[in-house]
Antibody, heavy 120, light 108 residues
């Protein structure tokens, strides 16, 4: 059974940093592109970042570029998002989502999300 | 960047057909995916590559894509279909994933 389990969310002050993780199981993690998607309270889905299977291709939404860093450890079946210079508008549930073999693929499995709150 | 436009809300009576649109410039040349999200839950993929259904998704869910509009169609709507629905496209021009703003489906 495919499982994606996010962790590491919490309350952080504006300007602070946080690293969230996604533990994958039930599939060959190294064969799939992975993404982070967030959802602010009461709002729609916003894509955050993409990493290809071997991290050769990495992309970010304009709203987080230069502040967030996506990474993965295929040996440990884990996906990470390092978030720096956090702002109130980064407050959201952060989901990791499994892509496919190409960047055009849909996201067929999602974690349950981890809540990040940026507030003083 | 590429913009996807969805109606904020669609209402339908039980047993009828609901159509949720996703507008974008020449979206018919793109691959469109659709997600269902119920309150407090993670999104679920219901249609991929315009019209394919993942295993476990009822045949009542179908999709089409042509010209400037992609459409998610839900036939014989049930109360359990009430949810938010989002379309998704990969924008190769910006190397960004784009989501539509979401459509809240209300079953009357």
């Amino acid at each position: 059974e495919v499982q994606l389990v996010e962790s590491g969310g919490g309350l952080v002050k504006p300007g602070g940093s946080l690293r969230i993780s996604c533990a994958a199981s039930g599939f060959s993690f190294s064969r799939y592109n992975m993404n982070w998607v967030r959802q602010a309270p009461g709002k729609g889905l916003e894509w955050v970042s993409f990493t290809s299977t071997g991290s050769s291709y990495i992309y970010y939404a304009d709203s987080v570029k230069g502040r967030f860093t996506i990474s993965r450890d295929n040996a440990k079946n884990s996906l990470f998002l390092q978030m720096n210079s956090l702002r109130a508008e980064d407050t959201a549930v952060y989901y990791c989502a499994r892509g496919g073999a190409t960047n055009r693929d849909g996201f067929d499995f999602w974690g349950q999300g981890t809540m990040v709150t940026v507030s003083s | 960047s590429y913009v996807l436009t969805q109606p904020p809300s669609v209402s339908v009576a039980p047993g009828k057909t609901a159509s949720i649109t996703c507008g974008g410039n020449n979206i018919g040349s793109e691959s469109v995916h659709w997600y269902q999200q119920k309150p407090g839950q993670a999104p679920v993929l219901v249609i991929f590559y315009d019209s394919d259904r993942p295993s476990g998704i009822p045949e009542r869910f179908s999709g089409s894509n042509s010209g400037n509009t992609a459409t998610l169609t839900i036939s014989r709507v049930e109360a359990g279909d009430e949810a938010d629905y989002y379309c998704h496209v990969w924008d190769s021009g910006s190397n960004h994933v784009m989501f539509g703003g979401g459509t809240k489906l209300t079953v009357l």
